[in-house]
T-cell receptor, first 111, second 114 residues
Framework: KQEVTQIPAALSVPEGENLVLNCSFT??????LQWFRQDPGKGLTSLLL?????REQTSGRLNASLDKSSGRSTLYIAASQPGDSATYLC??????????FGTGTRLKVLA | ETGVTQTPRHLVMGMTNKKSLKCEQH?????MYWYKQSAKKPLELMFV???????ENNSVPSRFSPECPNSSHLFLHLHTLQPEDSALYLC?????????????FGEGSRLTVL
């Protein structure tokens, strides 16, 4: 049974710092891994999708890596800004229609 | 309009009311989902529709009744709800194929049951 874990559960950093969020999964047979951002009371916004054949995906200040063999993905945020404050979730497909979500990392970037 | 849109954004209802949540996707996807998000709990998958056919029903109480009239629209009909049903209800869509596609969410409908 696939399990997805995100550590740390919460993170508070000063503005400008580079940071890494972690996502671990137990079953390495995944098609892809997706990173989301969620602001309080809002829906999830897709940030990056990494296919199983890829090692990295980049979008602006965000870089996501995938290491299937070790069951890990990291989301790197460069030069963090207060507007990056949100909860970040990762998810992997499980079966044809299910996605297994991590419990998220709540990020606060202090001005 | 683009992406996934949900209405209403906020809904307050009594335990004896009947109301509906609506979701519309403008992405040409063939699968649509309802998720429930309660405070301090992980996302819970409720229903999945693929090509307008329900393919997943995660032991959801019958007071929640989904409807998918076509591949672009998804409804969640609500009746005789309980206060513990208060949550953020999220609709999502994806393109299902040989590999599971990217998942896109709407902004959610915040439901409060009095």
């Amino acid at each position: 049974k696939q399990e997805v874990t995100q550590i740390p559960a919460a993170l508070s950093v000063p503005e400008g710092e580079n940071l890494v969020l972690n996502c671990s999964f137990t079953d390495s047979a995944i098609y892809n891994l997706q990173w989301f951002r969620q602001d309080p009371g809002k829906g999830l916004t897709s940030l990056l999708l990494i296919q199983s054949s890829q090692r990295e995906q980049t979008s602006g200040r965000l870089n996501a890596s995938l290491d299937k063999s070790s069951g890990r993905s990291t989301l790197y945020i460069a030069a963090s800004q207060p507007g990056d404050s949100a909860t970040y979730l990762c998810a992997v497909p499980s079966g044809t229609y299910k996605y297994i979500f991590g419990t998220g990392t709540r990020l606060k970037v202090l001005a | 309009e683009t992406g996934v849109t949900q209405t209403p954004r906020h809904l307050v209802m009594g335990m004896t009311n009947k109301k509906s949540l609506k979701c519309e996707q403008h992405l040409g996807h063939n699968a649509m989902y309802w998720y429930k998000q309660s405070a301090k709990k992980p996302l819970e998958l409720m229903f999945v529709y693929s090509l307008e056919e329900r393919v997943e029903n995660n032991s959801v109480p019958s007071r929640f009744s989904p409807e998918c009239p076509n591949s672009s629209h998804l409804f969640l009909h609500l009746h005789t709800l309980q206060p513990e049903d208060s949550a953020l209800y999220l609709c999502a869509s994806s393109q299902m194929g040989l590999a599971t596609g990217e998942l896109f969410f709407g902004e959610g409908s915040r439901l409060t049951v009095l």
